[in-house]
Structure formats: structure tokens, C-alpha cells
């Protein structure tokens, strides 16, 4: 069975600061994906990132760096100098490779990140 | 290119009554999903089509639940009769064909409410 744990339900913060967002997940499958969505307030899941668990590296995109560290199990992502539009429920989610394709993503309760101006 | 439109966007239904979830994937997406988030907990895995052949059901909660996708186009996911329990918001998901790596494309989602 896989268990993807955000343990912050809620992070409030004031525009221009970072801020992290923990992932922590449990899984006995060799060889998996890790996923971050974001949910603005207008309902829809916006995909982030995919992180294959063979790639270790550090990934950045503008303002977001994901950090993967397989030896602890954690997935987290870090938002640089935040903006009030980063404001959102942030998912974590795991999904095997399985052979077949046939999974569903596993994901996390979210974390809702309130950007205050 | 159009995301995946689900309809309604909300509905308020009683208790044993019926509701039809309705989702048109990205066009050319042969995988659709469907999860649903009951307040408060996570995200759930429904089901899973490859075209219109159901591919994983292991997560429909019970047999209240019947998901077609007829064609291999749109899907939809009807829910009779309704219980409390079954309030929630649901998602539906499409993503590329035969590439089991491939990121997953939500929709807005159905906020369901059961009185």
C-alpha cells in the first residue's frame, strides 16, 4: 500500500517569502513517480512536476525548486520569494510504475498556502 | 487545446435521489480517470478507463456507483441512489495514450452535495 503525508495543512506567509511545503511518502514499489499539483480557488488541478524515483536531482522552474530525497522518502517543494497568486491547496501524489500503466495517484490531504500581501 | 470539461459544476441533490457526473477528456486522450475528495480527507482513486474499457475499478466504494464510458470519448458517472456519505468534490482526469508516465490533466471538478 502507498501513503503520501503533508503534514502542514495550512502555511500562511507574507508576499516576497519563502516557504516549503513537506512531502513525506511510503511505498514498497522499486520504481515510482512523484507528483506535485496546485489548486487555485477556482477548483481545477493544475500539474506542477513529475519526479521519476531513479532521478535524485533537484529540479527548479522560476520561483519553484523541488527537492526529491529518496533516502528520507520526502518530496518537498519550496516557493521563492512568494506571490499572493501562489496562494492555493498544494497536492503531493505517488503513482508506481506498474507494468500494465493501469494506477491510480496516490495523493496526499494538500497543504493550503494562504499568501498574504 | 480544450482541458477537461466536467459538468455540473456543482449539484445539490437529495438523498436517494440520482446524479449523472458528465467528463469530456482532452481530445485524443485514450486514459480517463476518476477520483473524488470527500471534505476534509484526500483525494481518492475511482476508477480507471483505457478507451472505453474499464481498466482499474478497485476504488468505486460500492455498487451505488456506475461509470461508463461509451465510445471512448466522454464519461460519465452516476451515482443512485445518493447517500450523505457520498458528498463531495469529483474529479475527472485524462492523459495521454500507452504512456503510463504521463502527467495526469484534471478537470474543474463536481462539487456534489447530498441532503
Known amino acids: 500500500a502507498q501513503k503520501v503525508t503533508q503534514a502542514q495543512t495550512e502555511i500562511s506567509v507574507v508576499e516576497k517569502e519563502d516557504v516549503t511545503l513537506d512531502c513525506v511518502y511510503e511505498?514498497?514499489?522499486?520504481?515510482?513517480?512523484l507528483f506535485w499539483y496546485k489548486q487555485p480557488p477556482s477548483g481545477e488541478l493544475v500539474f506542477l512536476i513529475r519526479?521519476?524515483?531513479?532521478?535524485?536531482q533537484n529540479e527548479i522552474s522560476g520561483r519553484y525548486s523541488w527537492n526529491f530525497q529518496k533516502s528520507t522518502s520526502s518530496f518537498n517543494f519550496t516557493i521563492t520569494a512568494s506571490q499572493v497568486v501562489d496562494s492555493a491547496v498544494y497536492f503531493c501524489?505517488?503513482?508506481?510504475?506498474?507494468?500494465?500503466?493501469?494506477?491510480?495517484?496516490?495523493f496526499g490531504k494538500g497543504t493550503h498556502l494562504i499568501i498574504q500581501p | 487545446e480544450a482541458g477537461v470539461t466536467q459538468f455540473p459544476s456543482h449539484s445539490v441533490i437529495e438523498k436517494g435521489q440520482t446524479v449523472t457526473l458528465r467528463c469530456d477528456p482532452i481530445?485524443?486522450?485514450?486514459?480517463l480517470y476518476w477520483y473524488r475528495r470527500v471534505m476534509g480527507k484526500e483525494i481518492k482513486f475511482l476508477l480507471h478507463?483505457?478507451?472505453?474499457?474499464?481498466?482499474?475499478e478497485s476504488g468505486m466504494p460500492n455498487n451505488r456507483f456506475l461509470a461508463e464510458r461509451t465510445g471512448g470519448t466522454y464519461s460519465t458517472l452516476k451515482v443512485q441512489p445518493a447517500e450523505l456519505e457520498d458528498s463531495g468534490v469529483y474529479f475527472c482526469?485524462?492523459?495521454?495514450?500507452?504512456?503510463?508516465?504521463?502527467?495526469?490533466?484534471f478537470g474543474n471538478g463536481t462539487r456534489l452535495t447530498v441532503t
Open positions: 511505498t514498497r514499489d522499486t520504481t515510482y513517480y
Open positions: 519526479r521519476n524515483s531513479f532521478d535524485e
Open positions: 478507463f483505457v478507451k472505453e474499457s474499464k481498466q482499474d
Open positions: 481530445s485524443g486522450h485514450d486514459n
Open positions: 482526469a485524462s492523459s495521454e495514450p500507452g504512456r503510463h508516465n504521463s502527467p495526469l490533466h
Open positions: 501524489a505517488l503513482r508506481p510504475v506498474a507494468g500494465g500503466g493501469a494506477d491510480g495517484l496516490t
